[in-house]
């Protein structure tokens, strides 16, 4: 699956940071600002993956034009990484 920017509180996953990595540490609500504006919602990035699912698909790619360069430059970087062919 590959989403884009989804509005979760990804932006703050420190929060559930182990104490033996010393423990978590909270981003102030105004990091969170561009997930929460600009971000899909969760249920529409599930929507378009059961979809996905029931439509035998083997990968799901949610649009979003905001995205479309950032994955253009993964997926340059991943084809890459493949040997020449012979």
């Known amino acids: 699956i590959y989403p884009g920017l989804v509005n979760t509180r990804i ?4 929060r559930a940071r ?18 929460r504006d600009e971000g899909m919602t969760v249920e529409h990035v599930a929507a378009r993956a059961m ?17 479309r360069d950032n994955f253009d430059e993964t997926f340059d970087l991943l ?6 062919q012979s």
């Open 11 to 14: 932006w703050d996953a420190a």
């Open 18 to 35: 182990p104490d033996k990595f010393g423990g978590p540490r909270h981003q102030p609500e105004e990091a969170g600002a561009h997930w």
């Open 51 to 67: 979809a996905a699912i029931d439509a035998g698909d083997m990968h799901c790619i949610v649009p979003d034009d905001r995205t």
């Open 79 to 84: 084809r890459a990484g493949f040997p020449a």
